[in-house]
């Protein structure tokens, strides 16, 4: 009865496998030898990245191009602090960027000053010191900067140092 309709006994049983050909079985490694390689690949480049600030900087702005800390960090890479990447005029954007995120973020002043003293804007430079100094994060060094850049201009006596040195004595005085 029932093995004739097929309800009982090895009728349900789905037919045997073949066994794998040796060639299917090489395929099968090769490929998963070749996805290993691709991910140890990955995975080294990836943890170069975070090896060395430019390309962990570069890589955290694509992520979060709105992050403030990495805008003002990539900042200071191009604004001296990698010699062979400076470039003042990126320096700014980056710096800028930053402060339009948040413009109460006070630690952009003093990068800011940085910036300036290198293209020899003083007036402005000496505007965004006396802000980095109100910044209770970047206060010592901005402290430290401002003693040094008045030592030098009320010691010039030539040039253009003289005039600095007298629109600083008027200002300041």
């Known amino acids: 009865g029932d ?21 299917t079985l090489f395929k099968t490694t090769m490929l998963s030898y070749l996805c290993v390689i691709e991910l140890a690949k ?5 943890v170069s ?13 694509r992520t ?3 992050s403030i800390k990495s805008n003002l960090e990539m900042s200071k890479l191009y604004s001296g602090l990698v010699p062979h990447m400076v470039n003042l005029t990126k320096a700014l954007e980056l710096i800028t960027e930053a402060q339009s ?12 000053a940085h910036v300036y003293f290198q293209e020899s804007r003083y007036l402005e430079f000496e505007e965004e010191t006396v ?18 850049y008045w030592q030098v201009v009320l010691q010039q006596k030539n ?13 300041y005085n």
């Open 101 to 112: 995120i948040d413009p109460t973020y006070c630690d952009v002043h003093y990068q800011y």
């Open 49 to 61: 990245d975070w090896m060395d600030a430019v390309p962990l900087l570069e890589s955290s702005l």
């Open 64 to 66: 979060c191009p709105r």
């Open 3 to 23: 093995h004739v309709n097929g309800i009982g006994g090895d009728h349900n049983r789905p037919p045997p496998s073949k066994p794998k050909s040796s060639t």
């Open 131 to 148: 802000q980095a100094l109100m910044c209770p994060f970047t206060m010592g060094q901005a402290m430290v900067n401002w003693n040094k």
């Open 159 to 171: 040039g253009g140092g003289h005039n600095a040195a007298a629109a600083a004595k008027v200002r």
């Open 42 to 46: 990955r995975t080294h480049h990836r």
